[in-house]
């Protein structure tokens, strides 16, 4: 099969990464960092979660994050959604997109989200359901798809049940986690083989973290099998806080140079895209991992 011509990033580094910080990043600073990622062409940007800032302090003020950022019609900005609670904020907030988190392993879904798999699927129905009745997206995530910090591997036919329900919910798109980085590639392609079977592979996205050295090859992999939307961080932020070890996500700037050279398109300035790597940077107190980009 040949590579897509185009690839479309989620970007994920609002969210996702500084979800995992020690302290908390101002609303200010993350809607800054969000426009830097919009002005550098990212389209789809993880804004914020609307869960209880109890269990993660550092998503509180999600509303105020989505109030800043406004409109931009070529930019979207889905939002986490755990349960109907999160959803009623959400939607008052005025999320025009919104994700639900599920797991591949029964643990890690008790150690993530409270609940096990099954309960996390019935959660996970009404809030679907009313999102698409209020044409609001929804996507969905399926974690620990290769691996599972507390169990070990994970047959890829576990995911790809999560992955059909989600789908026949009425999840717009299904991105798959390799949330420890533990993933190869045969068993990604394992992993895809199994959930294209029940969700079509334009509606699949790839989430694969670093741990290893190995998201690059498992983006490519994904690429031959005709997947063409993945999930980065700029400057790698992030991990998970419920999976003890796993470095960080794969880093956007790496992912963006890596299409660039097999000649995929991105709509991403790399320099714009620097640019906003460096603020959060800045702001967290660390070292920008990236060179300016040479040709």
Not at 7 to 12: D, Q
Not at 33 to 53: K, N, Q, Y
Not at 72 to 88: A, M
Not at 152 to 158: H, L, N, P, R, T
Request: aromatic letters at 6%; hydrophobic letters at 40%; proline letters at 6%.
């Amino acid at each position: 099969m040949s590579l897509p011509a185009r690839v479309r990033i989620v970007e994920v580094g609002a969210r996702d990464g500084l979800q995992n910080e020690p302290e908390p990043v101002p609303v200010s600073v993350r809607i800054e960092l969000i426009r830097m990622l919009a002005d550098a062409g990212l389209t789809t940007i993880e804004a914020a979660a609307f869960v209880s800032p109890k269990w993660i302090p550092q998503m509180a003020g999600a509303s105020e994050v989505l109030a800043g950022l406004g409109k931009r019609s070529s930019v979207s900005y889905p939002v986490l959604v755990p349960n109907l609670k999160g959803l009623e904020a959400a939607l008052a907030a005025g999320a025009e997109e919104i994700a639900v988190f599920g797991a591949a392993s029964e643990t890690f879904s008790q150690k993530n989200i409270n609940c096990s798999i099954a309960e996390s699927l019935e959660r996970f129905a009404p809030v679907v359901e009313i999102a698409n009745r209020q044409g609001v997206r929804v996507r969905g995530y399926v974690s620990c798809v290769a691996g599972c910090p507390y169990e070990g591997e994970v047959a890829a036919d576990a995911p790809a049940a999560i992955a059909k329900s989600l789908y026949e919910m009425g999840c717009a798109e299904i991105s798959l986690g390799d949330t420890t980085g533990v993933g190869t590639e045969r068993k990604i392609r394992e992993v895809i083989e199994a959930v294209t079977r029940h969700v079509p592979v334009e509606r699949v996205a790839g989430h694969y973290h670093d741990t290893y050295g190995r998201a690059l090859d498992n983006v490519v992999v994904s690429l031959e099998m005709g997947v063409a939307v993945f999930d980065s961080s700029v400057a790698g932020l992030g991990g998970c806080p419920y999976a003890p070890g796993a470095a960080g996500n794969l880093a956007t700037e790496v992912l963006v140079d890596k299409l660039d050279r097999l000649g995929i398109e991105t709509g991403i300035d790399p320099e714009a895209l620097g640019r906003a790597g460096r603020l959060i940077c800045e702001h967290l107190g660390r070292n920008y991992p990236f060179r300016e980009r040479r040709p």
